[in-house]
């Protein structure tokens, strides 16, 4: 479907269009009309959002990625790879996001290790990383303290927190309300309405412990004979039968599930046999600890953390200091996490993202960005201790003060994310971009300028798609659409005939009469 996605996309230009209206004729004819093509995720950041999204084309003419946040994501990893504070940075960053349409969110913490409190305290980092103010900040907080629930083992067991969110879940699908319409629709030309969704966070599906009677959901004498083999098949069996059971109905209910897995070693008792490799990225030593056969199968995106190290140069000096005297040595808080997407049911598996972590905070995402795009050498113009990005090149940069420059200044964040966010499409969605649109930062800033558009007023719009999409107070600009309003392909819609250059204007008119 990804492959359909992409070719009609591909379409979608004045010389093939006829062809796409043929396509798009035949799904529609041959295709039940109970047949669901779109599977909505909910957009994080480019990082993300890139390799687990597809573009598609909204109402009224402009582009989004729809990606992100999955029905069922996984995070595996060895201990203290930070899979908690991942997990705990999506769910934060989605309410965040999506706190206008009354989105909600819970953790199922198994491991009884978890406090409320630290919850707080990433919900309050991740604000100042996405640049809230001190206002908007507050809101959240209070937003956080009536919508997110912290739920644990000790308080809950597996087999009821289960039972409460098959409850909730069917309850949701009886309801049939609280329904949203997303920007865009399906390949039948279908709107796409959804549920407002809820984020679940369990950490760890590892650790979970049905009741190990487990008659509820598994007949007696079906596992051998020995005691700790009964107990571990019926284990295992109960977790598949909940797997099978999320599968199907999460995305039904508009629940959204990120789960954490242990990553243990894979052993061979036979030393002329070697392990059984458990997925094509994954080291033939490695395996999940405690999760059945299905977990590698009925999750749509899984991540493995597979290393992590402190952010410091060889002085044990912090890479990216919070300010400019900020350079001494200390005890950094910075981790860099290497990502690799294990499995994606919605792209390529097997990429790389590095994540900056701040253990005090949370994903920095916009920084993040910023050291993809200079460990790629991609978008910067200067040299290695002084340079300018190349789409915003009257901020001069360097490493002292990246990131200060970045929690304050909101244009420079953004231009930071279009810059990484061109080189992830290039990279990893090539097939769904015409060659037209593809160039480097600096000619889509030169090109865009050249048209007589005001480059500030373009960088202070929003990238995204949110569930109030035309009705969000920041209209919406996302780097696709201003790949293509540099060929003179499209013209934000909410702009008025005066706000227009004359010059896009002129292109516009011309492409009309041609």
Not at 103 to 118: K, S
Not at 370 to 394: A, I, S
């Amino acid at each position: 479907m990804l492959f359909l996605n992409n070719y009609l996309n591909h379409l979608d230009r004045k010389d093939n269009y006829f062809f796409r209206e043929q396509a798009m004729a035949f799904f529609k004819k041959e295709t039940k009309p109970e047949s669901h093509f779109t599977t909505p995720r909910f957009p994080v950041h480019p990082l993300i959002d890139v390799v687990t999204g597809e573009l598609m084309k909204c109402d009224k003419g402009d582009y989004v990625l729809n990606g992100g946040y999955s029905p069922h994501m996984a995070i595996s990893g060895k201990n203290n790879s930070n899979k908690t504070l991942i997990i705990l940075s999506f769910i934060m960053t989605f309410l965040i996001r999506f706190k206008d349409s009354g989105v909600d969110a819970q953790m199922f913490e198994t491991e009884n290790t978890l406090e409320f409190m630290r919850c707080m305290q990433i919900a309050m980092g991740m604000c100042k990383i996405l640049g809230l103010n001190e206002e908007e900040t507050g809101f959240i907080k209070e937003y956080i303290l009536d919508n997110f629930t912290l739920r644990g083992s000790k308080d809950l067991g597996a087999n009821a927190w289960y039972d409460e969110m098959n409850e909730i879940s069917n309850g949701r699908i009886k309801a049939n309300k609280d329904k949203v319409v997303l920007p865009f629709s399906d390949l039948r030309g279908k709107p796409v309405e959804v549920f407002v969704p809820h984020a679940v966070g369990l950490d760890s599906f590892s650790a979970l412990e049905p009741e190990l009677v487990a008659e509820k959901y598994i007949e007696q004498n079906t596992a051998g004979s020995a005691d700790n083999n009964v107990m571990y098949l019926k284990e295992a069996g109960a977790k598949t039968q909940m797997l099978a059971k999320w599968l199907n109905q999460n995305p039904r209910a508009g629940i959204y599930m990120f789960s954490s897995a242990h990553m243990g070693d894979n052993i061979s008792l036979d030393p002329r046999s070697p392990p059984e490799k458990k997925n094509l990225f994954m080291k033939q030593n490695h395996k999940l600890k405690n999760v059945p056969e299905k977990y590698y199968f009925y999750t749509t995106t899984m991540f493995f953390v597979n290393g992590a190290s402190a952010l410091v140069n060889n002085d044990k000096v912090p890479i990216y200091p919070f300010n400019s005297g900020d350079k001494e040595k200390r005890d950094s808080k910075d981790i860099l996490l290497e990502v690799i997407v294990l499995r994606n049911k919605f792209g390529q598996s097997g990429v790389f993202i590095p994540l900056i972590a701040n253990q005090n905070m949370g994903i920095d995402w916009h920084l993040s960005a910023y050291h993809y795009c200079r460990q790629n050498k991609w978008g910067f113009t200067g040299n290695d201790q002084n340079y300018v990005l190349d789409l915003l090149p009257e901020v001069k940069l360097n490493r002292n003060v990246a990131r200060t420059k970045l929690t304050e200044d909101s244009l420079l964040r953004r231009a930071v994310d279009i810059t990484c966010e061109m080189n992830l499409l290039f990279r990893y969605k090539f097939d769904a971009i015409d060659a037209k649109y593809r160039c480097t930062p600096a000619e889509l800033y030169e090109g865009i300028v050249e048209l007589g558009y005001d480059w500030n007023i373009l960088l202070d719009k929003r990238g995204y798609y949110t569930l109030n999409h035309y009705e969000h107070p920041i209209k919406p600009l996302s780097t696709f659409d201003l790949l293509r309003m540099r060929v003179g392909d499209y013209i934000p819609y909410w702009m008025s005939e005066e706000e227009i250059p004359a010059q896009a204007k002129a292109i516009r008119d011309a492409k009309k009469t041609a």
